[in-house]
């Protein structure tokens, strides 16, 4: 029997999944959270199965010692490597963001065109093709790998005429397609949304999967009677943060892309779970 | 007592140490070669000394595996973080890539002004001023980190609009010092050389260690009595590459930095030791 006041668990392979964090914080605001970021070991992108199911492995194996009652898997790459497989060996319920956002994509598009822009990894897996397909069978998905917008992103090139460049190369074969949805495949990408979208024009909707995650994770929260019903108490330590390395560096790029004012962040050895 | 036949044991955190190889291989062609390269751990240049100084602790315990007789660290931040400790905890004789371009860098400079492009790790470990100053104690040594040069060598943007303005707004301020001795410390970086020179222009001297590495690796072998004084024989593998992730990834770029045909890469479970 779970806890409802027991925290909830998200991990990705270092700071992008704290773009999930902030819709989970703005959606169901009574909820704990542990984060871990895999700092030591990102990017996960370009990285084989094995070892971002191995990695994730590690990651729920520490967050089980947190005692949470659920968890997000915040990396696309480790949604789609990994997930299947991990989600099987605990009883705890555990969501990745891949399938919200296929189905949001499904929903949202009128053309039956979708173009996913991930990490390598995840572009190779097809997952988010074979998510939309059982929604949508005739969909046409066409996945393109950028693997130069993590890097872009961590050097805070967020709007810059070099990442415009990098951005129209990467997008120019989705838009002679004629894509009219584009799911940000990465949580990494929902930074440069507006990169993206001024590249992309005003007829594709941009679809990030962090929004629907939150969403779904309510939902699925609700069924399961785990929703927090009270508030948790100031020096509750609602928010943890854990990390494989550089606590300071991820502090700082933390507290850019949420409000709530991180005051710190432990290192942990990930490779001993 | 080791053994003259026993192979060399080179390590980087990914491919970026080939090209500290390729300069073995043309310097000692007598020499057997084992290379890792940490492909699932890496990039190194973000990391902390605490992260990078255990990394290189393993791999190390995997060379010694390989029965080297020698080791080279080919990477500058685990030269610059780790070598002091590890090279204490074997008797193996071990040279990383900092030392050697330090020191053709002090004998380089006319005006005293040298430049450092490298890893955020190695900038910040500040050990190339630290070795320069050895030896030319009133050197003016300045660093600079270059995160997105990684990146876009491993995205084959070697000569390239984008990689250009990059490099110009990196190498400004060392423009504007009036350098004129620029060490490239870090082993992807030999792979811009070209698009380095040419915004530093002809009045500056590219130091790359990788030379200076292979040329007192041999001097060290000779002293050591450990040169290898015979060809290998055909079949007797030669030159063997092992790596932490994608080994098929690692062999496509290998073969483009280094012309002898890496036939294959083997993958290890580098965590394991």
Redesign the interface.
């Known amino acids: 029997m779970m806890n409802k006041s027991a925290p909830i668990g998200v991990f990705d392979s270092g700071v992008g999944g704290l773009t999930v964090v902030r819709e989970i914080m703005r959606q169901i605001p009574n909820e704990k959270i542990v984060y871990f970021g895999d700092?030591?070991?990102v990017p996960y992108g370009?990285?084989?199965k094995?070892?971002v199911t191995r990695y994730s492995r590690q990651i729920v194996r520490f967050l089980q010692t947190q005692e949470v009652k659920a968890i997000v898997v915040a990396c696309n790459t480790a949604s789609a490597y990994a997930l299947d497989e991990i989600e099987k060996e605990t009883d705890i319920p555990m969501i990745g963001v891949v399938k919200p956002g296929a189905r949001v994509a499904a929903e949202t598009t009128s053309n039956g065109k979708i173009g996913v822009i991930a990490t390598e990894g995840t572009v190779n897996s097809h997952i988010y093709s074979r998510y939309i397909k059982e929604i949508k069978a005739d969909a046409n998905v066409v996945g393109k790998a950028c693997?130069?917008f993590v890097?872009?992103v961590?050097?805070g090139l967020l709007q810059d005429?070099?990442t415009d460049?990098?951005a129209k190369r990467y997008l120019t074969e989705l838009i002679d397609i004629g894509i009219d949805t584009l799911i940000l495949g990465c949580t990494h990408y929902p930074l440069l949304r507006s990169t993206v979208g001024k590249i992309m024009g005003e007829g594709v909707t941009l679809v990030n999967p962090a929004y629907e995650t939150a969403r779904e994770l309510k939902e699925l929260l609700d069924r399961e009677e785990l929703l927090n019903e009270e508030e948790p108490k100031l020096g509750d330590n609602k928010y943890r943060f854990y990390v494989?390395?550089?606590a300071e560096?991820f502090k700082r790029f933390a507290n850019s892309i949420i409000k709530y004012g991180i005051l710190s962040a432990k290192i942990i050895n990930i490779?001993e779970y």
Chains 1, 2 share one sequence.
């Open positions: 700092t030591a070991r370009s990285k084989s094995e070892t693997p130069l890097p872009l961590e050097e005429p070099v460049e990098i494989s390395d550089g560096k490779e």
